[in-house]
Each structure stands twice: as structure tokens, then as C-alpha cells.
């Protein structure tokens, strides 16, 4: 079992999916505006990654779909891993019991314009259920190739990342939901979404020959009607996406304190 929980959970670099984890039809647009954070509670951890030269890294990106047809997707992604297209397409799409049960398949391709000016490769596997329209869990299976990874977190640290699979090759496994609103009350797509994941990561640490576990949380802000101001009957005007940035800056204060 312990085996199990480390093959499938503390394994390699976070990034995480962060989107509608099922195709959103067609002609429909979705966007999504994220943050992750990599932490551990425990000091003696923090302060081995330090020595390590790893650092607990935080990730901003953003994703823009359009649904080509109801069952595949055409998206545009860009975060610390790079920017470059991508597609989405339904291989399972059924309801049971009511519930839409869909399982997709999402390939990336994203070049990295900082840090290595080079080409790398994503692939997602994401299993969801919509619950109801409100509430849309998922779990997924992602898999990156790109050279930088290979250069930063195996060649320039003293940590082995457990999700290691090759030469470049990095892996892990997730979960999250979307939080579904409709201010527009058209229950057609959501106008805004707020998304949560959560994954665990961990590196093996030779010196001590012991593993260190780091915990990935990421938040975010989608819908097509997220950078939209809503005003209802006798009062001011909303607008979620400076909700967005004001949560995304506390967080960045609250981690940068020593």
C-alpha cells in the first residue's frame, strides 16, 4: 500500500489541469486564470529543500478553450512550463444515473521562451463526473517531456523527484473540482467558476536517504464571464476578477514571510 501511495501521489512536478475538467460544446468559450503553490509544513523539510537548492516554487498561468464540437476542444495554454496550443477530446462520454461521466484526453504542445528555448510536450487524462451543474469533481493523470526539467530538478539539485520516468519524462496524478455560478441565469455554461486542486509531490533526499513530501494547492477563476462587472437592482457594481487578484496577492504575501 505504501508503494501504491508513492507511485500514484509523490511524484514529480505540479502543474496541474485547472480547467473545465469536461469538453465545453460547441461554440462555447471558457477561460481560466490560475496559481499554484508548493508548500510543507514541516520546518526541518523546508530547510533540507533549501540546502538542496530546490525552492518551493509557485506557478501562475492561463488557459482560453473554444469548443470546436460538443465532444472536442481547441485551447491556447501558458504557465512556467511554456505557451502553445492544445486539444481536448471526449474518448468516453456517458451518463449513469444521471450523472455525465466523461473521460478526455488533452495533448500540449509548449515551447519554453525563458529558460530553455525549446520545445516540450504535455499529456492529460482527466476523468470527471458533474455531479450537478454547480459542482463538477475530477481526478487526472498528467505527463510532461521538456529539457529544462530534466536540466533544473535532476542535474542542479541534490533531490531525486519521484516522478522521474526518463530522461525529461516527469509524471504525477491529482485531483480537483470546479465550483459552478451562473449570474447570467442561462445554466447554458457556468459565467464563473472557481476551481481547486490539490496533489502531493516529494523528492527523494540521498544525503539522509529519506523522503521529503510537498504539497501542491492550486486556486483559480474561470468562466467566460470572468472579467465581467455584474450590478444588480440597488447595488454597486462586482467583479470577480479582482476578487482573483486580491486572494492570488494575499497568498504570494503570506509566502514570501520568512
Known amino acids: 500500500?505504501?508503494?501504491?501511495?508513492?507511485?500514484?501521489?509523490?511524484?514529480?512536478?505540479?502543474?496541474?489541469?485547472?480547467?473545465?475538467?469536461q469538453t465545453i460544446g460547441e461554440g462555447n468559450f471558457d477561460f481560466s486564470l490560475y496559481a499554484s503553490f508548493q508548500i510543507t509544513t514541516n520546518p526541518y523539510d523546508r530547510r533540507d529543500l533549501k540546502n538542496s537548492g530546490y525552492g518551493l516554487f509557485s506557478n501562475l498561468g492561463f488557459d482560453f478553450l473554444y469548443g470546436i464540437?460538443?465532444?472536442?476542444?481547441?485551447?491556447?495554454?501558458?504557465?512556467?512550463?511554456?505557451?502553445?496550443p492544445f486539444l481536448r477530446f471526449a474518448v468516453y462520454d456517458e451518463k449513469i444515473r444521471g450523472i455525465r461521466n466523461q473521460f478526455l484526453?488533452?495533448?500540449y504542445i509548449l515551447y519554453d521562451p525563458?529558460?530553455?528555448?525549446?520545445?516540450?510536450?504535455?499529456l492529460d487524462a482527466i476523468y470527471s463526473w458533474r455531479a450537478s451543474k454547480f459542482f463538477e469533481p475530477y481526478i487526472f493523470y498528467q505527463m510532461y517531456y521538456h529539457p529544462y526539467f530534466e536540466e533544473f530538478f535532476y542535474n542542479q539539485v541534490n533531490l531525486?523527484?519521484?516522478?522521474?520516468?526518463?530522461?525529461?519524462?516527469?509524471?504525477?496524478?491529482?485531483?480537483?473540482s470546479n465550483f459552478n455560478i451562473y449570474l447570467e441565469?442561462?445554466?447554458?455554461?457556468?459565467?464563473?467558476?472557481?476551481?481547486f486542486e490539490l496533489g502531493l509531490m516529494g523528492a527523494y533526499l540521498e544525503s539522509q536517504r529519506r523522503f521529503i513530501p510537498v504539497i501542491n494547492m492550486g486556486l483559480g477563476f474561470g468562466g467566460s464571464g470572468?472579467?465581467?462587472?455584474?450590478r444588480s437592482k440597488g447595488k454597486r457594481e462586482f467583479c470577480p476578477g479582482d476578487v482573483f487578484f486580491n486572494i492570488i496577492y494575499l497568498i504570494f504575501a503570506l509566502?514570501?514571510?520568512p
Open 1 to 21: 500500500m505504501k508503494k501504491l501511495f508513492y507511485l500514484l501521489f509523490l511524484n514529480g512536478c505540479f502543474f496541474g489541469i485547472y480547467q473545465r475538467p
Open 105 to 107: 484526453i488533452a495533448p
Open 226 to 230: 470572468l472579467f465581467k462587472c455584474y
Open 69 to 84: 464540437t460538443d465532444l472536442t476542444d481547441f485551447g491556447f495554454h501558458f504557465s512556467g512550463a511554456g505557451l502553445g
Open 114 to 122: 525563458i529558460f530553455s528555448q525549446s520545445l516540450g510536450f504535455r
Open 255 to 257: 509566502l514570501s514571510q
Open 185 to 195: 441565469r442561462s445554466f447554458k455554461t457556468p459565467d464563473i467558476r472557481f476551481n
Open 160 to 176: 531525486k523527484p519521484l516522478g522521474r520516468v526518463g530522461s525529461g519524462f516527469y509524471h504525477f496524478v491529482g485531483f480537483g
